[in-house]
């Protein structure tokens, strides 16, 4: 299954909260893990809430990961994928195999866009073989009120359209930093965001030119 939004819409507090859940039944997982915001073998909620984790590289094997851990005498009852948007392709088939193959539960949770409204490699090979994918409902703002469907990147609170597509940060991060912005397409396609609409708001001509 996969579990879809934008930034700060809580996939990683749920994906917490299912591990929660499982494990109070007595339920052992496997939590991986990349590049999360709070550091190397984490998987964290803005919320505070976070759990250690196994932190992904591109050489690692889902399947074969998992094998391991059972031929050791290991229990694995589910398997939770957080940040999946960065994995590769190949490994999003891996995790399918343990599905099929190992009659594992997976949860994956990701974003599925990038800063510029392309889809991760990772996200597109999830919404192309899992069984489900799920929208969460929690709904993140934009700073006009709106629902936010756009990840934009910013340096300074200025919108950025270039870059690699892979770059870790946050949203609300100080302004000279890399970070993130939810927004709503209007004002992605516009590149406005909340300190861009704070200086447009003092300026006398404030209606879109283009």
């Not at 819409?9 to 590049?35: E, F, V």
């Not at 960065?86 to 994956?108: C, G, K, N």
């Amino acid at each position: 299954m996969f579990f879809s939004g934008t930034m700060d819409c809580g996939k990683s507090t749920l994906a917490l909260q299912i591990q929660h859940n499982r494990s109070a039944r007595g339920l052992q997982g496997m939590i991986y893990t990349r590049d999360d915001r709070e550091g190397e073998g984490k998987l964290s909620s803005r919320l505070g809430l976070a759990t250690k984790a196994i932190e992904v590289a591109d050489d690692l094997d889902f399947y074969t990961h998992v094998v391991q851990a059972l031929t050791a005498g290991g229990r694995v009852d589910y398997v939770i994928a957080d940040e999946a948007q960065f994995l590769t392709p190949s490994q999003i088939d891996q995790l399918a195999r343990v599905v099929d193959d190992l009659e594992v539960d997976v949860f994956a949770f990701g974003i599925t866009t990038d800063f510029r409204s392309k889809l991760f490699p990772g996200s597109q090979r999830l919404v192309e073989l899992a069984d489900r994918v799920e929208v969460l409902q929690v709904e993140a703002l934009c700073w006009c009120g709106a629902r936010a469907t756009h990840n934009a990147r910013t340096v300074g609170g200025e919108m950025v359209v270039e870059g690699a597509q892979v770059v870790v940060g946050d949203v609300n991060r100080p302004g000279s930093e890399v970070g993130y912005e939810v927004l709503c397409r209007r004002h992605h396609r516009r590149r406005m965001t909340a300190a861009g609409a704070r200086a447009a708001a003092l300026s006398p001509d404030v209606l879109p030119v283009d």
